[in-house]
């Protein structure tokens, strides 16, 4: 994994830690059982299967943030298609015990800025409309809405599709 950003932050309520953003070697599939592992404690149902997080090492982009050095959180990112100096966040999740303490801010912080790095000129991401805390944060980071999704089959609830400049 090569480093790109490591700071001491005090946690909100709590201690000082070693935070680190790692970006993963292309094809490391010894990090998918994590990937998939945020992802089952994140979301109602599955949205990152192996398979999945396997096809995004080897040919997306996947960021972990470390504190004191276990991973306690991810994001998977993509090229956009149609239009490719775009990216897309595709998946964003911390651990339950690490959410509500200041880490959501600064790994979108770091990720931005490592998007940004690679040459990307805007970001893209879908979001549900319920999730408010993921809704604050992005909004909070200069994401604006763009349109909102079809609803879920299931329960309903749409997501919105949300978008940033990276320059
Ligand atoms: C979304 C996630 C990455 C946010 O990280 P976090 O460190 O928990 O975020 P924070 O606690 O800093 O909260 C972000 C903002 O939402 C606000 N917030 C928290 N709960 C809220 C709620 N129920 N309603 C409205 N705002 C809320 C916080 O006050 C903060 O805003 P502020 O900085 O302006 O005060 C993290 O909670 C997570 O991994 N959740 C599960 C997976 C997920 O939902 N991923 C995003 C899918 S697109």
Redesign the pocket.
Known sequence: MKLMQEAQVALAGGRAVDVRFLRAERGDDALASALVDIDLQ??VEATVPRAVAEIVLHHGMVHLLEVDGAIV?SVLSLRDWERPDEGVIAS???LPGW???????R?LTWLLEALAAEGLSAVT????SN????L??YE?AGFTRLRHSPPDPVSGERSLVLRRALH
Do not use: E, K, M, T
């Open positions: 994140s979301f959180g964003v999740g911390l959410r509500g303490r200041g880490l959501g801010p790994l991401l879908h979001v549900g999730n408010r805390r993921a604050q944060l909070d």
